[in-house]
């Protein structure tokens, strides 16, 4: 069947306003990416991670014993009431270096006792290591062979842990808490979703039968316990009590339990340091969204103005209100699809890169990844709803247009009231003529003018608030890192002397200095019953090593008794504390009071939170006066080989003289879990800004550019009466400059406030404090030569073009 | 659905009255239309009364700005006035919401524009549709064909696929003169179709209104050119907003429009039954008079015998300035003819001086006429 001639006619003006409807058809799109990318990271990162997470049957509380067990007691504790199932682990903290290296890393080995009876916290073979598939071909046997090891896949995806090109049965060289030295071939990668990736622990993770652990020299036992329960209901403070009880029972029958840790059911531990991204992102995804639909009412308000004269002529001979409404909008309708078209596809494509970057952050395996019902249907709404709603009014007030006022618009404009700002504006003398009407056009209309404005003045302040919160990221971090003024941290597996460990140090080349630190783990109890641990340093008050900044109260100052300094991560955890309270803590079986007197700046990263204590008053509490079972090393170098080299060399000279060292970690891999956190969010902080400014600038020059096509019939007049193809260009240039440059004023007001607000979101994510705000100057800068370049750019191809054309064509232009 | 056919013809009957009481197809009545601007009102139609009657060519002629343009906008319901009626057929137009308008004017009338405003993204034959399509008055197979036939009427039927800039400006007029039938409206309103054209052009666009005339459609055609409007059943001359008495714009041609209508505001008219006596040969006049209809006997007396008629004068022509202008007594006896009343329109003495006093052409023509009456006068007694 033939197409009516009114829809002929929308189809045909679309294809011959090909250039118009790109830029409708552009912004509509800029809005459906923007909801619909964040949308579907959001829905897929959740609800596909916790699908997977939940198919590793995730431990529901974990139990840290200070000293070995045997399965008996793992018998016992699965017989316990809402106890489903419990598994005894044994980890070893160890370090290990590749063939033909040098260097030193940390691994974290983990002993199973039977590959093939893991119930809880599964693991399972890589079947396809996508980074190198050729180096890690699925192993032949399950499980390997003893005196093997499984390699984390985390592990090799760190640039720091010296195995992103280590193939399979690569041998490892291991070094033995006693000195001694075991090669390993790496048998295979595992894939273990339920702990924090190597990428996150700054060591590499590995993992051996229990004859392998026998052969490394250590006996056949557990030192930790993960326990799935089925009690109810299933949450996190329910668990905490269960292991409370548990705890208390296993302490009676004589073991030392270090730490009892309730998980969240059903949460990965690292999601939760996406929830600041997660807001991050959501809030940019819907600031796009008016951005997007002012960009439609412009370019559609802009393209009904110049119908106007057709709607009459479609009114003359009998075209209704109605049929004209319903005319423009089917247009709006087809942008709206059209944008479809071109947004859903991208928008899928940019939601799978941007969850595979977060997901290998979390060592999270994308196991499938499709567009859901939900995020379809949100970006059909955006698509079609946002413009039909951008679009209803001016379509129809312009289809509310009698005939005559669209058939008889003689002249060059409508006559419309004057106020006070147009006679201020008709009163500016003095400057040259083509500015003034350069000046007098830009307030011509002010409803688009001000819809224009609006639209590039959000895009202002969007990119420079975006900027600001990347300078005050690096800023913030910058503060928190100065902390850590020492170039590694050895933690010994008891308290030793100082003036001893001093004194074996001191014989290393490299050591320039070393401070000895107290260590315990202390626990909250809260009134329902359940306990938190808190790791507590104690530094001395005179530490020449850290550069704590503070985000309230003080740092440790000598003499302190009980003075506790706190983290973010502690506030985050035990919240309802602030500086000034006191805080009861159980130490080695005893209540200690401690008073907090500061909050000291530092990043949420998970796990235990770290509190601060003064090394004399910590050590007597401990009986542990002048030992430190944590030393802090300072180096005469300070890159990251000197630091894994000479952390290596301590270490090792450590266990040779007879201290039992538990870990060495460089400062460097100290940092790492901090800094692949802040990569993350600095990828997506700049990923928003070029979007923004990609918006901007699309939004910049379609408004410009429409604004020059709208004045055709203007621009011939003053040809017509003597103004030169360069005058014309001035007078439309200054207009698009001023427009440009109004809309940078503006966006540089509003993004002071928009800037602290968005850093301060991100801040009480990151650090639990607002970010150490600092305005982006340069942020601001680029962003005025983007507008003057594309004000420039855009106004001068239109005017040029109309410019161009003779008086007769623009006059006779009906 | 009625077809439009069946309702031309009802218009066609030409009933005694309309549904509102008009006798004429179109009937303006005291119309007045004042536009608000920022400089203050303007009376753009100022107590308008026209009547147009089914089947009439009329042609509306003033200068730019007397009101032409809201005149037939009045007529199209494309504005409305501020008082007053105005009545196409059965409809009273002014009263019609914007809408049913719209859908009124798409069934009843069809306008053709000075610059032909064809849609420029539309062939010259879905140009032609597209009113069809707004008003669904034809089966979509019929819209076509109907088409394709107004297309042949104006001769354009090889462009029909063609779009409008690829067209002549007469081409793209007759194209528009085919859409504004493309409902088949029992008429067309024109508001300057020529006005864009060369006079070749002009004629042949002109002649395919006469032709629709003489198919029985009333055309109503707003126009500059004098000889294009000479050649309509009927003209209107509007000035200063107002319609210049045809009778007087008729007997006094080169009075400039305002001084026609000074004329106009002055008039008195009168009503005189067949055969009665208007003038008495010998008596005193001192007025103007215009013929605004029947007709005038002009007669003068003999010594013993009946008068005898030397002139007989129609609507448009004047008489009794040859007593105002010579002074004297009446120079002949003037009756309404026998068959019809007679309805002339009276000048008194003052204006009328102050008319000649402001036209030196009027008073010079008159004064001609006069003389040449005078003359005939002299030659018809001598010969009786």
């Known amino acids: ?814 | 659905m009625a077809r439009p056919n069946e309702q031309n013809q009802m218009v066609m009957e030409k009933p005694d009255a309309y549904q509102n009481g008009n006798k004429a197809f179109i009937e303006l009545r005291k119309v007045v239309k004042i536009y608000k601007s920022a400089a203050g009102d303007y009376l753009a139609l100022n107590d308008i009364n026209i009547e147009v009657d089914a089947g009439e060519f009329v042609a509306v002629i003033g200068k730019s700005g007397s009101g032409k343009s809201t005149l037939i906008n009045m007529i199209t319901g494309i504005d409305r006035p501020t008082s007053g009626e105005v009545l196409v057929g059965d409809t009273a137009v002014n009263k019609l919401s914007e809408d049913a308008m719209a859908k009124w004017r798409g069934r009843n009338l069809g306008i053709v524009f000075q610059f032909f405003q064809l849609l420029p993204t539309l062939s010259v034959v879905e140009n032609i549709m597209l009113p069809m399509d707004f008003c669904n008055l034809y089966s979509l197979k019929e819209r076509e064909e109907r088409a394709m036939s107004l297309l042949k009427m104006v001769d354009l039927e090889d462009q029909a696929n063609k779009l409008p800039a690829a067209l002549s400006g007469g081409q793209q007029q007759r194209v528009a003169i085919a859409r504004a039938l493309a409902n088949d409206p029992p008429m067309v309103i024109a508001d300057e179709p020529t006005g864009n054209l060369d006079s070749k052009m002009a004629d042949a666009v002109f002649s395919l209104f006469e032709n629709l005339v003489s198919q029985g459609k009333t055309v109503v055609m707003v126009t500059h050119d004098s000889s294009l409007a000479k050649q309509a059943s009927r003209t209107i001359l509007l000035a200063d907003g107002e319609v210049v008495n045809e009778y007087v714009a008729r007997a006094l041609p080169t009075l400039t429009p305002q001084q026609m209508i000074k004329v106009t505001h002055s008039l008195e008219p009168m009503t005189f039954q067949p055969g009665s006596s208007i003038l008495q040969e010998g008596s005193t006049s001192d007025k103007f008079y215009i013929i605004s209809q029947g007709q005038v006997e002009v007669a003068l007396k003999r010594p013993n015998a009946p008068d005898i008629v030397v002139a007989l004068f129609s609507p448009g022509q004047y008489f009794g300035e040859i007593e105002l202008m010579r002074g004297g007594k009446t120079v002949a006896t003037i009756k309404a003819a026998p068959e019809t009343p007679v309805q002339l329109l009276a000048l008194e003495r003052e204006p009328f001086f102050e008319l000649l006093s402001e036209s030196e052409e009027t008073k010079k023509t008159i004064d001609q006429t006069a003389q040449l009456r005078l003359q005939e006068n002299v030659s018809s007694r001598e010969s009786s």
């Open chain 1, 1 to 814: 069947m033939k197409m009516s001639p009114r829809w002929l006619k929308v189809f045909r003006d679309l294809w011959v306003n090909r250039k118009r409807v790109m830029w409708a058809v552009l912004s509509v799109a800029i809005g459906v990416f923007a909801v619909g990318t964040v949308a579907h990271m959001y829905l897929i990162s959740s609800v596909e991670m916790a699908k997977s997470y939940a198919s590793i049957a995730p431990a529901d509380i974990v139990l840290s014993f200070s000293d070995p067990f045997d399965q008996d007691l793992v018998d016992s504790i699965h017989r316990i009431p809402g106890v489903t199932d419990a598994e005894g682990r044994r980890s070893l903290i160890l370090s290990f270096k590749t063939q033909g290296s040098d260097t030193w890393y940390p691994i974290v080995l983990t002993a199973l006792p039977d590959y093939n009876d893991i119930r809880i916290n599964k693991i399972r073979p890589e079947t396809y290591y996508s980074p190198n598939p050729t180096a890690w071909p699925k192993p032949d046997v399950w499980p390997p062979p003893d005196h093997t090891i499984l390699l984390e896949r985390s592990s090799l995806l760190t640039a720091n842990l010296g195995l992103t090109s280590a193939k399979q049965n690569e041998l490892l060289t291991i070094e033995l808490p006693g000195g001694k030295l075991r090669e390993m071939p790496a048998a295979g990668l595992v894939y273990d979703f339920g702990s924090a990736p190597a990428t996150f622990q700054g060591t590499a993770v590995g993992f051996i039968s229990f004859a392998t652990l026998d052969w490394l020299g250590e006996t056949r036992q557990f030192d930790t316990m993960y326990i799935t329960s089925d009690i109810q209901p299933h949450d996190q403070q329910h668990l905490s009590v269960l292991a409370y009880q548990l705890k208390d029972r296993i302490e009676r029958a004589g073991y030392t339990i270090a730490y009892a840790q309730a998980n969240k059911p059903g949460e990965h531990p690292m999601s939760s340091l996406f929830t600041p991204l997660s807001a991050f992102l959501g809030i940019l995804g819907l600031m796009a969204l008016p951005l997007s639909g002012f960009l439609v009412i412009n370019t559609i308000s802009a393209w009904m103005a110049q119908e106007v004269r057709q709607i009459g002529v479609m009114k003359a001979i009998g075209g209704r209100t109605f049929q004209i409404t319903i005319m423009y909008l089917g247009m709006v309708f087809i942008f709206g699809l059209l944008s479809l078209i071109i947004a859903i596809p991208l928008a899928y494509l940019a939601a799978y890169r941007f969850t595979l970057f977060m997901a290998s952050f979390a060592n999270f395996q994308l196991q499938s990844f499709y567009l859901p019902t939900g995020v379809l249907l949100l970006e059909l709404t955006v698509g079609l709803l946002v413009p039909l709603l951008a679009a209803l009014y001016p379509v129809l007030a312009m289809a509310r247009t009698t005939v005559r006022e669209a058939i008889s618009t003689y002249g060059l404009s409508r006559s419309g009231r004057r106020d006070l700002f147009d006679r201020m504006i008709e009163h500016l003398q003095g400057l040259p003529r083509p500015l003034l009407l350069s000046i007098r056009n830009t307030f011509r209309r002010k409803l688009r003018m001000t819809l224009t404005l609006l639209t590039l003045t959000l895009a202002s302040a969007l990119f420079i608030s975006i900027l600001s919160v990347w300078t005050s990221l690096n800023r913030t971090v910058q503060e928190v890192f100065k902390f850590y003024g020492f170039d590694s941290q050895i933690v010994l597996k008891y308290p030793y002397r100082i003036e001893r460990i001093n004194q074996e140090a001191l014989n290393i080349p490299g050591v320039a200095a070393l401070e000895g630190w107290g260590e315990a783990i202390g626990s909250i109890t809260h009134p329902q019953g359940t306990e938190d641990q808190i790791s507590i340093l104690g530094l001395p008050a005179d530490s020449k090593v850290v550069n704590p900044i503070m985000t309230e109260g003080r740092w440790i100052v000598p003499g302190d008794e009980n003075a506790l300094v706190v983290t973010p991560g502690f506030l985050q955890k035990e919240t309802g504390y602030q500086v000034g309270d006191d805080v009861v803590m159980k130490l080695q079986g005893k209540d200690t009071t401690w008073h907090i007197v500061g909050v000291v700046k530092a990043i949420v990263a998970g796990g235990t939170p770290v509190t601060y204590a003064n090394y004399s008053y910590f050590t007597r509490v401990l009986n542990d006066v002048d030992r430190a079972q944590i030393l802090v090393v300072t180096m005469t170098r300070h890159d990251k080989t000197s630091q894994s080299q000479i952390t290596q060399a301590l270490s090792d000279h450590f266990n040779k003289v007879g201290i039992q060292v538990s870990s060495a970690i460089p400062t460097w891999s100290l940092l790492e879990s901090n800094n692949n956190l802040i990569t993350i969010l600095v990828t997506l902080v700049m990923a928003m800004a070029i979007l923004i400014a990609a918006v901007g600038s699309l939004g910049l020059t379609g408004l410009m550019s429409i604004n020059v096509l709208e004045r055709t019939r203007e621009i011939g007049v003053m040809r017509a009466i003597g103004a030169s193809h360069a005058a014309i260009l001035q007078i439309f240039i200054g207009e698009g400059l001023l427009i440009g440059i109004m809309s940078w004023f503006f966006g540089l007001l509003l993004s002071f406030p928009l800037s602290k607000a968005l850093s301060n979101l991100i801040g009480n994510g990151l650090i639990q404090s607002p970010l150490s705000y600092s305005y982006s100057i340069s942020g601001a800068i680029i962003w005025l030569l983007v507008v003057v370049i594309l004000s420039i750019l855009a106004t001068l191809m239109p005017a040029q073009d109309a410019a161009r054309l003779t008086v007769r064509d623009v006059l006779a232009y009906e």
